[in-house]
């Protein structure tokens, strides 16, 4: 069964960092549309950045300069760096695994910018 399990959540101030790993537990990972997505209180779920095969990635404008996204193919394992974190940044953010048969979300990792 596919799974994606999320780490590295936390509490920052802002213009702090945080990396974000994800895990995923399939084979054949580096065909895997990799993606973080984030909900905050209260709003829709959002695409922050993904990446692809030939680490092909997409950021939303909100995290471009900021945020990188990328994978290790060889650990299974998509990261988050985010840096310059805003107090807006806050939410809870999921990894997403997605192929032409799976589409697997985890289940969150909370971050909140605060001062």
């Known amino acids: 069964q596919v799974q994606v399990v999320e780490s590295g959540g936390g509490l920052v101030q802002p213009g702090g960092s945080l990396r974000l790993s994800c895990v995923a537990s399939?084979?054949?990972?580096?065909?895997?549309?990799m993606s973080w997505y984030r909900q905050a209180p209260g709003k829709q779920r959002e695409l922050v950045a993904s990446?692809?095969?030939?680490?092909?990635?997409n950021y939303a404008d909100s995290a471009k300069g900021r945020f990188t996204i990328s994978r290790d193919n060889a650990k299974n394992t998509v990261y988050l760096q985010m840096n310059s974190l805003k107090p807006e940044d806050t939410a809870v953010y999921y990894c997403?695994?997605?192929?032409?048969?799976?589409?697997?979300w985890g289940q969150g990792t909370q971050v909140t910018v605060t001062s």
């Open positions: 990446i692809r095969i030939f680490d092909i990635t």
């Open positions: 997403n695994a997605r192929d032409l048969v799976n589409n697997v």
């Open positions: 399939v084979s054949m990972f580096s065909r895997y549309i």
